[in-house]
């Protein structure tokens, strides 16, 4: 059963489940020294092919994973974000992933697509808690975190290695995402200019933000 819808758009970014037709995209993403300086550095073709082919069956397994991104307004691709499990020992996390193109750094995308995909996994996962990881190096991502509303929890690894967890709890959510004018969920994103494309369901308000999304054909 798929839990998270097949695309889904906020103010101004359009999400769609990643698939083979993104492979490209991933590769030349992985090749991008800055973009992935702060994720272990660049990867190769074969190891592009492995993580979409990861991606591709995370979704048949787990009803959920990871979105490729455009700009609503030009249509250019700009990045992927997405929910994943992360196994470490016994213990289950549901995380938060997302990676921009250098190109749409500074725009606050990030936290656009983090409150949307928080405001998702609490609706529609059985989950109580969210994660999310960044490199102690990453301090723009350790900002979006917090302004999203997670709290972090534990640093684990050395010096520039160091890897440092946050996560917000579905009643923590909750409780921002009643609040108005309070971030990072509260208020409403504008509503879009255009009436939802054919197959795309009408907007409703996750959690404070405002999405169109269009449901699987393999829904059940």
């Known amino acids: 059963m798929t839990l998270l819808p097949e695309s889904f758009v906020t103010a101004r970014l359009r999400a769609e489940r990643m698939s083979q037709t993104h492979l490209s995209f991933i590769t030349a993403m992985h090749a991008d020294a800055a973009l992935m300086a702060t994720m272990g550095g660049t990867r190769d073709a074969a190891s592009s092919r492995r993580y979409v ?3 591709l069956l995370h979704w048949a397994e787990q009803g959920y994973g990871m979105y490729v991104l455009t700009e609503r307004d030009t249509g250019a ?5 997405g929910l994943k499990l992360a196994v470490s020992g016994k213990v289950e996390r549901v995380e938060i992933a997302y990676a921009f193109q250098a190109a749409c750094w500074g725009r606050g995308y990030a936290s656009e697509i983090t409150r949307a995909l928080l ?9 109580q808690v969210l994660s999310a990881v960044a490199v102690v190096t990453n301090p723009a991502s350790l900002r979006v975190m917090e302004k999203c509303g997670l709290r972090w929890i534990e640093t684990t690894g050395e010096g520039d290695a160091r890897k440092l967890r946050y996560e917000i709890r579905r009643e923590q959510w909750q409780a921002l995402a009643s609040c108005d004018g ?16 054919t197959g795309e369901a009408p907007a409703h308000r996750a959690g404070g933000c405002l999405l169109y999304t269009s449901p699987s054909p393999r829904d059940s």
Do not use: C
């Open 77 to 81: 691709l700009a990045g992927r974000a």
């Open 182 to 197: 309070v971030a990072p969920l509260a208020g409403s994103l504008p509503e879009p200019a255009e009436k939802p494309a």
């Open 119 to 127: 405001a998702l996994g609490f609706e529609r996962l059985p989950v």
């Open 53 to 55: 082919q990861h991606n």
